[in-house]
């Protein structure tokens, strides 16, 4: 399975958009990007996915580079409520996902 | 839609009992998974089904954790006997069939064993 990188930690304005970034240079050809979030005691909630094309919903955008070595999540608002740990996933289709430390977003009022 | 139903949402336990913690997945979805979630070691996949039989089992810790999915709405997750480090959060997710489908989660059991 590809290994992701991603900051320990980020603090973000209340109102202003939030760039998460993620390093997966060993991602394959066959593997999507997959954003997840937690709020603290609450299960793993969805956020998007993309395999080569950026992506956008009501959520979030998905900025993926052509070489799709990195990818950027967008929260193009940020509210308090946005105050989550990340985790950035490469996933082969159907397959495992599993979990790495995760982005740690701050979001200050 | 329900989502994914986890029970009970808390459990305290002593060591050495058995424990079994129960999961419903989202109606019509094929893929389920178990996860468990604490401080040092993050979240863990434990095992994932699909159409109800195991195809990786590689993340159970040991013999004393067992899982089972009995029929398309119903799984188990058994401890026994079980120990002061099995204490953390154990998350069952779910995924339809369908290609790159994201997997959705319940809200966990919390389980502590004293």
């Known amino acids: 399975d590809a290994k992701t990188t991603q900051p320990t930690s980020m603090d973000c304005a209340e109102g202003r958009a939030a760039n998460l970034p993620c390093n997966h240079s060993?991602?394959?050809?066959?593997?999507?990007v997959y954003w997840y979030r937690q709020i603290h005691s609450q299960g793993p909630q969805y956020i998007i996915h993309g395999l080569k094309n950026n992506e956008t919903n009501e959520m979030a955008s998905l900025i993926i580079t052509e070489d799709r070595k990195s990818s950027t999540l967008i929260l193009p608002h940020a509210t308090l409520r946005d105050t989550a740990v990340y985790y950035c996933?490469?996933?082969?289709?159907?397959?495992?996902?599993?979990f790495g430390q995760g982005t740690t977003l701050q979001v200050k009022p | 839609d329900a989502g994914v139903i986890q029970s009970p949402r808390h459990e305290v336990t002593e060591m050495g009992q058995e424990v079994t913690l129960r999961c419903k997945p989202i109606?019509?979805?094929?893929?389920l998974f178990w996860y468990r979630q604490t401080m040092m070691r993050g979240l863990e996949l434990l095992i994932y089904f699909n159409n109800n039989v195991p195809i990786d089992d590689s993340g159970m810790p040991e013999d004393r954790f067992s899982a089972k999915m009995p029929n398309a709405s119903f799984s188990t997750l058994k401890i026994q006997p079980s120990e002061p480090r099995d204490s953390a959060v154990y998350f069952c997710a779910s995924s339809p069939r369908r290609d790159s489908s994201p997997l959705h989660f319940g809200n966990g059991t919390r389980l502590t064993v004293t």
């Open positions: 996933i490469v996933r082969p289709n159907t397959g495992k996902l599993i």
């Open positions: 060993t991602i394959s050809g066959n593997e999507y």
């Open positions: 109606s019509g979805h094929d893929y």
